[in-house]
Each structure stands twice: as C-alpha cells, then as structure tokens.
C-alpha cells in the first residue's frame, strides 16, 4: 500500500521560510517523479514543482520560481519543498504527490495518482 506523509506546514510571517517533507511507504520512491501540489479554496489543486526520479531535473511553477526549491533523498524516500520569502498568497494546503511521467513542462496532475492528507500553511501579512 502506498502511502505518502507530509509534515513541515505552520504559520508563518511574510517573508518568513518553511520546510516541507513528504515521506514515501510502500514503493521505491526513487524510482518515480514526485511532485509538490497546492489546493486554496475555491481554486483547482495546481502543481507548483515537480522533480525527476534522478533529482537532477526541476520544473516549477510561475508563482514560486525563485523562491521555492524541490529536491530529493532518494536514501531516505523523502522529498522536500524548501520555501523561502513566503507571501500571503502562498497559504494553502499543500500535498506531494508520487508520479508516472515527468515531462519536464509542469506538473501535470493526471501523471500523478499517488497523494497524501496534506499540510497546511498560512503566512500572515
């Protein structure tokens, strides 16, 4: 069974850094792209950043380039999402997700069908 366990969200201040973890069981991680995902109410889910299985290719969303980093310990099953100069606009629940296909163009959700619960992050003005 697989499964998938997120951790690192909070509250945080504008300008201020989190780290996200996500922990994979269940299937050898470093064999599949993962993807970090964001949900704000009355939005659709949307990928902010994905990696290969290799970790040495990267795509990110618009909204997070620059600040945001994904990367990988393939050793230890776990992905990261290193968040840096956070904005308000930047709170939302926030889920990895394990991938079949990475093409190296967005995060595709369709590509993606393994999810965990998901962690919340809120950043005050």
């Known amino acids: 069974q697989v499964k998938l366990v997120e951790s690192g969200g909070g509250l945080v201040r504008t300008g201020g850094s989190l780290r996200l973890s996500c922990t994979v069981s269940g299937l050898n991680e470093g064999q599949f792209p993962m993807g970090w995902f964001r949900h704000i109410p009355g939005n659709e889910r949307e990928g902010i950043s994905c990696?290969?299985?290799?970790?040495?290719?990267?795509v990110y969303d618009d909204s997070v380039k620059g600040r945001f980093t994904i990367s990988r310990d393939n050793a230890r099953n776990t992905v990261y999402l290193q968040m840096d100069n956070l904005k308000p606009e930047d709170t939302a629940m926030y889920y990895c997700?394990?991938?079949?296909?990475?093409?190296?163009?967005?995060?595709?959700?369709?590509?993606?069908?393994?999810w965990g619960q998901g962690t919340q992050v809120a950043v005050s003005s």
């Open positions: 997700a394990a991938g079949r296909v990475f093409t190296g163009r967005g995060c595709e959700r369709d590509h993606y069908p393994d």
């Open positions: 990696i290969n299985a290799g970790g040495d290719r990267t």
